[in-house]
Structures are given as structure tokens and as C-alpha cells.
């Protein structure tokens, strides 16, 4: 046989040995995702070092053209260990979307536990067909770096990004109990590759950190949760929980605000929760989060049309994430997939798990599923109020069938190849080792923070954790009023 058809073989195996075994991420909290095409992809967030928080440049992805069970995901890690010359910035609460054309997503802002600016203030792009990252040449204009707030972004290809904050973490001030609260909004045009700050005719809310946002079809941004901020003078900043009815909406058509006021089954306050766009382009769901005592993992639904919130019945709860916060989650074929988080800042998790919302009752799963939902009684997603309208999901069952084909016919070709590799053995171990690799940024990281190994330390402490809502966890939260009212942060 030819050596290049050997390679060629020999490579094809060592993907599909990468495949198949999956790749463990590191437990990590404040990471950001979007899903692209088949392809989930993770970036950033902080993980633990010793007893030190540090923010990474971790890139994983997860496939779901193919099904997972959550005890063994198909993680790949595309971390870029290539020291002193990768631009993947090391950050954690950054922000992260795609391209218009599919090809690449962007990251931005976000901050670390050093003191330490980002380079081009956290902004890069990773290529996904190419696998490499890049700086793109667009900085003009470009927003000062600040964290804790999340993207959403139009078909066209414009990103919206609001709120968040500025503080040590992202060397917006040194002084430790400093905050700003940044309250424009911004947009990055993929296309055109410009940045912008809008120009808002008429009444704006309060800022807010720790929120979700979803796009609706119709190009208006739902706010939910977090916390809102108000400055009195240049170091403080006053937060309160928001209440979950209190939904400020943006919309990207008019660039004006609107307040709604939810009704229905309002869930808990909560901060750090994660929430997705239901099949029928109406439900959004939300999940888990804290209070700024007790993380939750619980499962609410807003009927965008009504304004409704309800409480789903939830089955499976032994398929259920532990509570949690700082979680990413990413919406597909009916399932919203949840992982990675913590549980007020102590233990870190990087597990997975899914959410079915295609049934009538939710359903906690044991993983990625294409196939239809099973029972209980098959039914159209989310009934989330009793006026709400619902579209059925048919076209998940052929699609379902269809990638099923696909999957088996590429298996058939690793089978193949497999023999031919058997016959012509060729040792495989080197390509398989490489792929349960010790992260080399991570040592460095490490290293980096051991130099600054005194002062982090107490930065680290209990007292200062990198980014609890509060500097003193339980006994900080002031419930003026009734009002949620949350201390500054440390
Ligand atoms: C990019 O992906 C989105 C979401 O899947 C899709 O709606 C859009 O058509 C895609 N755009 C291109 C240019 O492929
Ligand atoms: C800022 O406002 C806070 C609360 O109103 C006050 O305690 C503090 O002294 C003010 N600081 C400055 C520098 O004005
Ligand atoms: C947080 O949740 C716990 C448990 O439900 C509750 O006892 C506490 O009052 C909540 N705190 C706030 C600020 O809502
Ligand atoms: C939807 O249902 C809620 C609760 O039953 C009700 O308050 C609301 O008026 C209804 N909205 C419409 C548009 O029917
Ligand atoms: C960050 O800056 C503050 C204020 O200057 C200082 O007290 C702290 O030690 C610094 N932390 C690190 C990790 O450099």
C-alpha cells in the first residue's frame, strides 16, 4: 500500500479514536458558548489551580450532529497550548458570537484575576475551518473591556451587547472596591466589521449584570434576572437582584427600550442563570442560577407573546444538574444542554446535562438524543401558558432518521479503514496519547500566577473570591425594603 494512503489512514483513526474516547474539560465556571452549524463551541472561563481561580483561553467543542449520552460526551479540545504567540485571550464572563457566515465567532471582553488588561480588550476571532485564531484589524471604536454581560445577535450578523461591568478584574480601576457600571449598547457588525455604540431615543432601564438575553425572531432582546446597577458617584455602584417580572426588552429595529412586566408564575430572583429560545420561537426557558445564597436548578418558561411565566412539570429530576450558576447552556433539536458551573464558588462542575422540552412534562434525559422524544405523551414544546401557541416539531423525526444514516454510513468507513489498519499494523498509540493531554496553557497559567503568588493569594481568599456577586458570601446581602438590595462587589 502507498504511504500516503497509510497516513491518510493512520490520521483518520487518530480522529476517530478522538472521537470516540472524548475529551474530560476541566471542571470551570463563567465560560461562554454558541453553537455553529453541528457544533457547539466553549471558550474561556475560570477554572481552579491550586486554590486559585484562574481565567483560560480553554476552547472545547461538542458535536451534536451525532447523539451522547452526558456520562460520555464527545468533548474535543481545541485549546491553543502554542505559547507567547496565541492570541486566545485568557478570560472569564467575556462574550462570544458568531459570524454571519458561520465561518468563524468572536470573543470580547471578559476579565481575570491578575490585574491585568486583555489584549485589544479580550477581542479575537477563532476560524473554525481553519482552526486558528486571529486579531481581527476592525478596532476602531472598539468598547473598553468590561464583563458579566452576554451577546445576542440578529440573522444579519450583528452582535448586541449591553450592561456589564468594570472593575479590577478588568483593570478598569485598581482599587478593589471600585465598580463602573457600563450601560450603552453595542454593536459589532459582522459583516461590516465595524463596531458602534447606539444612539437610544427615549427611556432607558437601569443597567444590569448577571442577566440572560435571547433574540427573538422579530429582532427584540429579552432581559431577564441579573442584577440591575445604579452609580451614585464614580466607585459605587448599587446593586439589587431584579425581580422576574421586571423584563426590560430591546428592539434592535427601532433601537428603542420598552419595559414589560411579566405576569403568571414568577420564578426566583436569580443572577449567573442560563436561558434559551424554545422551538415554537415564542417560549423562553430558563434554568438554574443563584440568589446570592442558594444556587438552584430549576426550570421557568416566559411566554413571549403573553408575557406569561409558568413552571413546567419536570420529570427525570435523577437526570438533573446539581445547582448551580455561571453555566452555559445551547439549544438543539427540542433539548437545551446545560453544563459546566459552580455552586457558590466551591465546587466546580464540567458535567452535562439535557433538557427535554420537546414532551408536555420536560424531561431530564441521559443525553443528546435525535431520535424523537419518548414518553411521557409526546407533544408539541413547551405548553408554557394556557393561551400560548404552540407549533408542532415534526420535521425533527426525518431529520432524526436522516443524520441516523449518516452517522451509520460514517462508522461503516471507520470500520473499514480499521481493517485495513489492522492488516497493515501500524501502531496507533502515539496519535490516541496525545489527545488526554495535560494542557500546557494551563501550566503556564499557573506559573504566571505563582509568580504574583502573594498578592493573588489574598485576592483568592474567601473573603475575595474572583467573582462573587459579594466580597463577604451570605452575610452581605441587605434586604432593604424588601428590595434585594446587593452590596458592591469585593
Ligand atoms: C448560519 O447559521 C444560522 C443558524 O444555524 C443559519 O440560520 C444561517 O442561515 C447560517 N448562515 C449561513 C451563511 O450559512
Ligand atoms: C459615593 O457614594 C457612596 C454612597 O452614596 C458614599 O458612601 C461615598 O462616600 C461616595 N464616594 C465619593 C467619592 O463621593
Ligand atoms: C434565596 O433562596 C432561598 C431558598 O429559596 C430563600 O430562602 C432566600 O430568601 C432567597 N433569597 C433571596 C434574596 O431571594
Ligand atoms: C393569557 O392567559 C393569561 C392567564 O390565563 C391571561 O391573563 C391573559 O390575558 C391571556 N392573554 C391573551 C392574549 O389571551
Ligand atoms: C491588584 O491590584 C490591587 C490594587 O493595586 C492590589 O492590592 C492587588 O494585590 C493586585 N492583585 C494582583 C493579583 O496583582
Not at 463563567?30 to 486559585?52: E, H
Request: charged content about 10%; aromatic content about 8%; hydrophobic content about 40%.
Amino acid at each position: 500500500m502507498a504511504k500516503p494512503t497509510l497516513l491518510a489512514i493512520v490520521a483518520l483513526l487518530a480522529t476517530a479514536a478522538r472521537l470516540a474516547t472524548g475529551f474530560t474539560p476541566v471542571p470551570m465556571y463563567g465560560q461562554s458558548a454558541v453553537l455553529i452549524q453541528d457544533t457547539i463551541f466553549v471558550y474561556g472561563g475560570y477554572r481552579r489551580i491550586a486554590s486559585k481561580f484562574v481565567a483560560t483561553s480553554n476552547l472545547y467543542t461538542l458535536d451534536v450532529s451525532q447523539p451522547w449520552t452526558s456520562a460520555n460526551p464527545p468533548w474535543v479540545d481545541l485549546t491553543d497550548t502554542t505559547t507567547g504567540s496565541s492570541v486566545a485571550p485568557q478570560s472569564a464572563f467575556q462574550t462570544m458570537w458568531p459570524s454571519a457566515d458561520n465561518v468563524s465567532f468572536y470573543v470580547w471582553g471578559g476579565g481575570n484575576n491578575i490585574n491585568q488588561s486583555l489584549s485589544q480588550n479580550g477581542f479575537a476571532q477563532y476560524n473554525i475551518v481553519t482552526k486558528t485564531w486571529s486579531i481581527p484589524s476592525t478596532v476602531v471604536n472598539i468598547p473598553l473591556q468590561r464583563r458579566k454581560l452576554s451577546a445576542s445577535w440578529t440573522s444579519s450578523g450583528v452582535a448586541y451587547m449591553w450592561g456589564g461591568v468594570g472593575d479590577w478584574h478588568t483593570a478598569y480601576t485598581t482599587d478593589q472596591n471600585a465598580l463602573h457600571a457600563f450601560d450603552d449598547m453595542i454593536t459589532f457588525d459582522t459583516k461590516k466589521l465595524v463596531w458602534n455604540v447606539l444612539d437610544i431615543i427615549g427611556q432607558k432601564p437601569l443597567p444590569r449584570m448577571d442577566y440572560t438575553v435571547t433574540m427573538l425572531h422579530n429582532g427584540q432582546m429579552v432581559f431577564i434576572g441579573g442584577t440591575t446597577m445604579q452609580q451614585p458617584n464614580v466607585t459605587v455602584v448599587t446593586r439589587k437582584l431584579a425581580p422576574m417580572e421586571d423584563i426590560p426588552i430591546f428592539d434592535t429595529n427601532s433601537a428603542t427600550w420598552k419595559q414589560i412586566y411579566a405576569t403568571g408564575a414568577i420564578p426566583p430572583v436569580r443572577l449567573m442563570h442560563t436561558a434559551i429560545l424554545s422551538t415554537d420561537d415564542i417560549s423562553i426557558v430558563i434554568c438554574c442560577g443563584q440568589n446570592n445564597t442558594v444556587s438552584f436548578n430549576d426550570v421557568a418558561v416566559l411566554d413571549t407573546q403573553n408575557w406569561y411565566w409558568t413552571i413546567p412539570e419536570v420529570e427525570g429530576n435523577g437526570n438533573a444538574p446539581s445547582p448551580r450558576m455561571a453555566i452555559s447552556s445551547i439549544f438543539v433539536n427540542g433539548q437545551m444542554i446545560i453544563f459546566f458551573g459552580t455552586t457558590n464558588w466551591d465546587a466546580l462542575f464540567n458535567d452535562v446535562s439535557v433538557l427535554d422540552t420537546r414532551t408536555k412534562s420536560f424531561q431530564w434525559i441521559t443525553g443528546f438524543t435525535l431520535s424523537p422524544p419518548s414518553s411521557p405523551s409526546s407533544s408539541p414544546s413547551p405548553s408554557s401558558s394556557p393561551n400560548s401557541t404552540n407549533t408542532p416539531n415534526g420535521p425533527f423525526a426525518s431529520e432524526g432518521i436522516i443524520i441516523t444514516i449518516a452517522v451509520v454510513g460514517g462508522l461503516l468507513v471507520v470500520v473499514i479503514a480499521i481493517l485495513i489498519f489492522v492488516i497493515t499494523r501500524k501502531p496507533l498509540q502515539k496519535h490516541v496519547q496525545t489527545e488526554s493531554s495535560d494542557d500546557t496553557s494551563h501550566v503556564l497559567v499557573s506559573v504566571q500566577s505563582q509568580i504574583q503568588a502573594s498578592s493573588s493569594d489574598i485576592l483568592l481568599s474567601a473573603q475575595n473570591k474572583p467573582d462573587q456577586p459579594d466580597s463577604a458570601p451570605r452575610s452581605h446581602l441587605d434586604l432593604h425594603t424588601g428590595d434585594h438590595l446587593l452590596s458592591p462587589l469585593p
